[in-house]
């Protein structure tokens, strides 16, 4: 299941958008192929959850993309329909390069006003110093990148990020106020669960749906405080 799909013409959808009575409406008179899975491209059904949270679901039970594809291509399209459904435009994919040359792919990138901004989806770990370097390649293009990981992988990074808190801000004494989530101010990351409803997850087990995130972003709620990336 998932909560954004690619309508038949290629915009992305975001079910939580759609009032229940217009989403049931399109239950009952949607055509196979009016929605696209973002995972496969696969014909999707418009289904409700016994929690009344509206999705999407293969038609078919399968699904051809291999898993640890999956939440990647589900984490851009719910960022790209939640943007969709504030009338931003986003883009997926798009390369960019640093005044030093050095190139990049952004899962996507949108501007607003003077502002652009990468929302980066990475759903294995990869070791800090990666995560800084390509943060590092974005500033210096003059974009600002927000990182959405899957749980385990923030898990994992957050051990690396609290030792380095720990010892550059705190001389290596754990603080009585505690050090949050453990993550850096210059490296503002966050979960996203893809699986059940699509949720960004930050602060301590605070969620906001990625609609709240990303306007979070844009009016500067979402902000360091204390060793956790957090909405204010
Ligand atoms: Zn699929």
């Not at 808190?165 to 004494?173: I, Y």
């Not at 210059?186 to 059940?196: G, K, Q």
Request: charge should be neutral.
């Amino acid at each position: 299941m998932t909560q954004s799909a690619w309508s038949r013409d290629g915009q992305p959808v975001d079910a939580t958008a759609i009032p229940s009575g217009e989403w049931d409406n399109l239950k009952r008179n949607s055509q196979l192929g009016d929605f696209i899975m973002p995972c496969c491209k696969a014909p999707a059904v418009l289904k409700t959850s016994i929690n009344n949270i509206p999705f999407f679901a293969h038609h078919a039970n399968e699904c051809d993309t291999a898993p640890e594809t999956i939440w990647h291509k589900d984490g851009k399209a719910a960022v790209l329909a939640a943007l969709n459904s504030m009338g931003i435009p986003g883009r997926e994919e798009v390369q960019g390069c640093s005044p030093d040359g050095d190139k990049w792919v952004a899962d996507v990138i949108f501007s607003v006003f003077d502002r652009t901004i990468v929302i980066e989806l990475q759903r294995s770990y990869q070791h800090l110093r990666d995560f800084k370097r390509r943060q590092e390649r974005y500033i210096a293009s003059g974009v600002e990148c927000y990182w959405l990981v899957r749980k385990k992988t923030f898990m994992t990074l957050g051990k690396a990020t609290s030792r380095l808190l720990l010892k550059r801000e705190f001389g290596n004494v754990y603080p009585p106020g505690g050090i949050g989530t453990g993550m850096l101010p210059e490296l503002p990351v966050a979960m996203l669960d893809t699986e059940a409803e699509q949720l960004v997850q930050f602060g301590m087990f605070k969620t906001a749906p990625v609609k709240v995130w990303l306007a979070g972003i844009l009016d500067g709620a979402y902000q360091y405080r204390g060793g956790t990336w957090n909405l204010g």
